[in-house]
């Protein structure tokens, strides 16, 4: 996946997200090839190949941007509170809101919890106490395997709770304020 910043070379990439974006909206994924998706964005195979090793990795680096800006805002930030992870959460599901609504509905779950669980980690190497590092990996499976759980069920509800209250779930799961032990 390209890393670079050439213009021309991102304006090509968001050329190639948004051919993908629409063809999904279009077909299913499954059925969708990398030919489909270069005549839609105007671009030669050779620019795909040049960006992108896979179709799939547009799906991941639409994630990753989302993610990588979120961790950026906290980089130079001490220790992270609940909030914040749950606010890093919950602005990633909005501005990735279509995408994730058409990658949940053509069943590309998958592709999310990694990108989940690449996030969780993203945070997790930076964030983690150095007493709790033999603990990390468990740590790391436990949110990412919540999060990424919990935003596939909520999005194949037939009357899902709102986005806010979703978050507001989370956001007490997290602060041990849901259960009562």
């Known amino acids: 996946?390209?890393?670079?910043?050439?213009?021309?070379?991102?304006q090509s990439q968001q050329w190639i997200i948004d051919s993908l974006l629409d063809?999904?909206?279009?077909?299913?994924?499954?059925?969708?090839t990398i030919r489909d998706i270069c005549k839609k964005a105007d671009l030669s195979r050779q620019t795909f190949y040049n960006i992108f090793e896979q179709k799939e990795d547009i799906l991941r680096?639409?994630?990753?941007?989302?993610?990588?800006?979120?961790?950026?805002?906290?980089?130079?930030?001490?220790?992270?509170?609940?909030?914040?992870?749950?606010?890093?959460?919950?602005?990633?599901?909005?501005?990735?809101?279509?995408?994730?609504?058409?990658?949940l509905e053509h069943?590309?779950?998958?592709?999310?919890?990694?990108?989940i669980e690449k996030c969780v980690s993203l945070f997790?190497?930076?964030?983690?106490?150095?007493?709790?590092?033999?603990?990390?990996?468990?740590?790391?499976a436990l949110l990412s395997g919540a999060l990424s759980y919990t935003l596939v069920f909520w999005s194949q509800?037939?009357?899902?709770?709102?986005?806010?209250?979703?978050v507001g779930l989370?956001?007490?799961?997290?602060e041990g304020k849901l259960y009562e032990f």
């Open 23 to 32: 063809l999904m909206k279009e077909k299913e994924y499954q059925q969708i």
């Open 170 to 174: 989370i956001k007490d799961f997290l």
């Open 61 to 103: 680096c639409c994630l990753q941007k989302s993610y990588q800006a979120q961790f950026d805002k906290l980089r130079d930030t001490e220790a992270i509170s609940v909030q914040q992870i749950v606010g890093a959460f919950e602005a990633v599901l909005e501005e990735e809101n279509e995408l994730i609504q058409l990658m």
């Open 157 to 166: 509800q037939e009357n899902p709770i709102s986005k806010e209250e979703l």
């Open 124 to 140: 997790a190497n930076r964030f983690v106490k150095m007493d709790k590092r033999k603990q990390l990996p468990y740590s790391q």
């Open 107 to 115: 069943k590309l779950d998958m592709i999310i919890l990694n990108e």
């Open 1 to 10: 996946m390209y890393q670079g910043n050439n213009p021309t070379a991102l």
